[in-house]
């Protein structure tokens, strides 16, 4: 898989050799436990990596450039670590939150955190919706448009949620949100991606 890591380069994504190693180790779990914990659908090894990692990275980059990024994060619906987990791995200095209520994926998390020595990561099995005054969120897959209101009141007043969503999303203005930042990235030729960061209007 080693080759497989260096293409990353191609898409600007630069890692030191410790991030990579931690990924592997991810990567290395998820394969193994894809099916048990119903982690992914994808089977090639080449398109897990495209469509989960790279496309995490490079949401997660983008981000990096429109908003400060606070020093506590919470990812809502983290499935099997996309793209908190990614998260911890690229910004090693911050405090996330992986928030899951399968308790299948949360063991799953559980075991990734601990073998990839991601000290500064948390598991919370809750459903999101138990949530509330949230600062700085992120969430990839897990939420579409049709279901954003029961996202509203986890947020605090000012507090800002960025999504991974295709390209054609159509994304607007709700009576609790306010979109702050739209931007896209080619995951691969014709292949566009999207993230929108919303801030709450407090109400």
């Known amino acids: 898989m080693e080759n497989l890591w260096k293409t990353f380069d191609a898409f600007g994504i630069y890692l030191e050799k410790k991030q990579i190693d931690q990924l592997q180790i991810h990567f290395d779990l998820l394969n193994l436990w894809k099916n048990v914990h119903n982690l992914t659908t994808i089977d090639d090894p080449k398109k897990i990596f495209l469509y989960h990692y790279v496309d995490s990275l490079l949401g997660l980059k983008i981000l990096e450039k429109l908003v400060p990024i606070s020093d506590l994060i919470y990812d809502l619906g983290s499935g099997a670590g996309f793209p908190g987990l990614i998260a911890a791995v690229l910004w090693p200095d911050r405090d996330i939150t992986l928030v899951e209520s399968s308790k299948k994926k ?4 559980r075991l990734s955190a601990s073998s990839m020595k991601l000290n500064r990561l948390s598991v919370l099995g ?38 991974w969503l295709s390209e054609k999303e159509e994304i607007k203005n709700t009576p609790h949100w306010a979109l702050e930042h739209q931007a896209y990235y080619e995951l691969e030729p014709g292949h566009r991606r999207q993230i929108a960061v919303f801030v709450s209007r407090g109400t």
């Open 126 to 163: 809750k459903r999101v919706e138990e949530l509330q005054s949230i600062q700085f969120a992120i969430t990839r897959a897990a939420f579409s448009p049709t279901n954003w209101p029961i996202l509203e009141p986890v947020l605090a007043p000012g507090g800002r949620i960025a999504f």
């Open 106 to 109: 949360c063991s799953f998390l």
